[in-house]
């Protein structure tokens, strides 16, 4: 299987953007029978890409701050923005969604389907409520959806590292969400009638629980789960 993958975009001490993914992502995904593609966030044509390979799903990635305005906020000077990156990946959703291509999101790939879907972020340690770091943390979560809860079971433990993130104030009224914590933060969520899903945490880095995340990629190459539409 051959997916599409989104990469982080940053500057270099030369003040030149550089792409790069982390390795983990594709030792993690080749043990699973995928191979990924890596889509450069200087390109003007993800089209071509699409009409060149047999992709047949879209990766997410997590790195990078998304830009703010796009939601509505200012930007926050010690944030990571990629306007390049922003741009990629809303074209990248917008031919999932032609094609009908099953999308994984990961940590900041699932804020950006919220933010696509004209969600919002928060930035968790200026929330009030708000009363635990996710940032280098294993925390347990609840999976509220019932099918959901059926595959992966009722509490799962996964990693975290994110600053930012959203409660249901911030979740785009176009999507459902099937996992989250004690404290309101959302963990997992979904489109009902698209096969786009995301997820919080990082499958592809060291996990408390392994089986749920291969439960998860397994269900994204299959098309099942929330990729069953």
């Known amino acids: 299987m051959l997916v599409a993958i989104s990469q982080r975009n940053d500057k270099n001490k030369y003040g030149d953007y550089v792409d790069s993914l982390e390795n983990s992502y594709i030792t993690y995904f080749e043990k699973l029978g995928i191979k990924l593609l890596l889509i450069p966030n200087s390109t003007k044509e993800v089209e071509y890409y699409f009409k060149k390979f047999p992709i047949s799903g879209v990766i997410l990635s997590g790195g990078n701050d998304i830009d703010p305005e796009i939601y509505g906020q200012k930007n926050q000077k010690e944030s990571s923005v990629s306007k390049k990156r922003d741009a990629v990946e809303k074209r990248l959703l917008e031919i999932a969604i032609e094609q009908k291509i099953p999308v994984l999101g990961i940590c900041r790939g699932m804020q950006f389907i919220n933010v696509f879907f004209n969600g919002g972020l928060l930035r968790i340690n200026e929330a009030p409520t708000i009363n635990s770091s996710h940032v280098a943390k294993d925390h347990e979560i609840s999976i509220i959806e019932e099918k959901s809860r059926a ?64 439960t998860l990629v397994e269900s994204f190459i299959k098309k099942e789960l929330f990729w069953k539409k």
């Open 151 to 214: 595959v992966l079971g009722e509490t799962v433990k996964v990693n975290s590292y994110h600053e930012q993130g959203l409660s249901p104030n911030e979740l785009s009224s176009k999507l459902k969400v099937f996992a989250k914590t004690g404290d309101g933060i959302i963990e997992g969520l979904y489109h009902p009638s698209l096969p786009i899903a995301g997820i919080q945490w990082h499958p592809e880095r060291k996990s408390p629980d392994e089986k749920v995340n291969h």
